[in-house]
């Protein structure tokens, strides 16, 4: 199985502030790395997909990158809405499998 | 609007049976591939099970191969997933979800996802 490790697991920001979640694979994953973001009591919303595309109706505030096994989630201005859990994911292959995620919380 | 509403979660023994349901509006249900993901309490994100958009590829996670089906009715626009020989590690929300891409071109990016269904396995 692919294991999928984020760092950090738990993060600790000011409003503004520039932040980045790293996910590392435990072997090649081309590009096929996803991002999702979920609150409390809510279901995963799609962020990225395929490492780099932002999706539809996403803020422009979010970014990825990255490639076969370390890829990044970028916040470049921290917004109070982004304090969440991030899961990074891989569709390389079954087992389907996700990072730990990453807490984010406010300083 | 897409939409996705599962049901089914309960409280059950252990060993015990549940039949959870994904009802799907807002898009043409039978051209999609569609997933269940789980959430234990306080805990991360686990994939289960995929279901080709035709009903002909079913793929699982190891823990849950060969007590878990997952099955599809697009009559009904709805995607199943009979749990039997539950265990207390079952114990999850349970979200259905849809994969990216239409027919064919289907990729396990989950895009559109219910609001989840709570079964909780305990004696």
């Known amino acids: 199985d692919i294991q999928l490790t984020q760092s950090p697991s738990f993060l600790s920001a000011s409003v503004g502030d520039r932040v980045t979640i790293t996910c590392r694979a435990s072997q090649g994953i081309s590009s096929h790395l996803v991002w999702y973001q979920q609150k409390p009591g809510k279901a995963p919303k799609l962020l990225i997909d395929a490492a780099s595309t932002l999706q539809s109706g996403v803020p422009s505030r979010f970014s990825g990158s990255g490639s076969g096994t370390e890829f990044t989630l970028t916040i470049s201005s921290l917004q109070p809405e982004d304090f969440a859990t991030y899961y990074c994911q891989q569709r390389t292959r079954y087992p389907i499998t996700f990072g730990q995620g990453t807490r984010l919380e406010i300083k | 609007e897409v939409q996705l509403v599962e049901s089914g979660g309960n409280l059950v023994q252990p060993g015990g049976s549940l039949r959870l349901s994904c009802a799907a509006s807002g898009f043409t249900f039978s051209t999609y591939s569609m997933t269940w993901v789980r959430q234990a309490p306080g805990k991360g994100l686990e994939w289960v099970a995929n279901?080709?958009?035709?009903?002909?590829?079913?793929y699982y996670v190891d823990s849950v191969k060969g007590r878990f089906t997952i099955s599809r009715d697009d009559a009904k626009n709805s995607m199943f997933l009979q749990m039997n020989s539950l265990r207390v590690e079952d114990t999850a929300v349970y979200y259905c979800a849809r994969l990216c891409g239409s027919g064919g071109n289907w990729y396990s990016t989950f895009d559109f996802w219910g609001q989840g269904t709570l079964v909780t396995v305990s004696s």
């Open positions: 279901i080709r958009y035709d009903g002909n590829e079913k």
